[in-house]
C-alpha cells in the first residue's frame, strides 16, 4: 500500500518536470513569507543527497491553492532558474519540498531515479 501511496506522489509531482515550455496554471499564487524554517535544513539534506551545492538564499518561493501544468495537476513547480511554487497542503510535505529543491539544485527537470529517492531521503536512512 505505501508503495501505490509514493507512486501516486510521483505521478502527481512529474507535471512539475516537463521538458520544454509548459503551460502553467496557478489559483492564487503569492510569494511565501516567511519561508518556514525547516526548509534550509531539507535544503542541505537535498544537496548532500544530489553532491550538488547551490545557494539556498536565491530561491525565490511562491505558495499557490493549485497547480496546473500542461492540463495536469500538481503539488509543486520549478521555474528555471530559481522560482519554487509548492501547492498550499503541501508546505510542509518534505518529499514534494525536496523534489522540487532537487530541479533548483541541480537546475534541471530530469525525473530520474535519484530525485525519487532524495525526495524521499531523510537523516535516519541518508544510503538506500
Ligand atoms: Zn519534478
Same mark, same amino acid.
Given at each position: 500500500?505505501? @508503495?501505490?501511496? %509514493? #507512486? ?17 496554471? @496557478?489559483?492564487? #499564487? !503569492? ?11 531539507? *535544503?542541505?539534506?537535498?544537496? *548532500?543527497?544530489?553532491?550538488? #551545492? ?9 505558495? $499557490? +491553492?493549485?497547480? &496546473?501544468?500542461?492540463?495536469? !495537476?500538481? %503539488? ?11 501547492? !498550499?497542503? +503541501?508546505? @510542509? &510535505? +518534505? ?5 522540487? %529543491?532537487? *530541479? @533548483?539544485?541541480? +537546475?534541471? !527537470? ?10 524521499? $531521503?531523510?537523516?535516519? $536512512?541518508?544510503?538506500?
Amino acid at each position: 500500500m505505501r @508503495y501505490y501511496i %509514493l #507512486l501516486l506522489l510521483a505521478l502527481l509531482v512529474l507535471s512539475c518536470g516537463i521538458v520544454g515550455p509548459a503551460e502553467e496554471w @496557478y489559483v492564487d #499564487l !503569492r510569494s511565501l513569507s516567511p519561508v518556514p524554517e525547516i526548509y534550509s535544513e531539507w *535544503h542541505h539534506e537535498a544537496e *548532500h543527497c544530489v553532491n550538488v #551545492l547551490r545557494e539556498f538564499n536565491d530561491i525565490r518561493w511562491f505558495v $499557490a +491553492q493549485s497547480i &496546473t501544468i500542461d492540463g495536469v !495537476r500538481g %503539488l509543486g513547480a520549478f521555474d528555471s532558474p530559481r522560482d519554487i511554487i509548492i501547492k !498550499r497542503s +503541501q508546505l @510542509y &510535505t +518534505q518529499s514534494t519540498v525536496k523534489h522540487e %529543491l532537487i *530541479h @533548483y539544485i541541480r +537546475q534541471a !527537470r530530469d525525473h530520474d531515479a535519484r530525485i525519487n529517492f532524495c525526495s524521499h $531521503a531523510t537523516k535516519e $536512512a541518508p544510503d538506500g
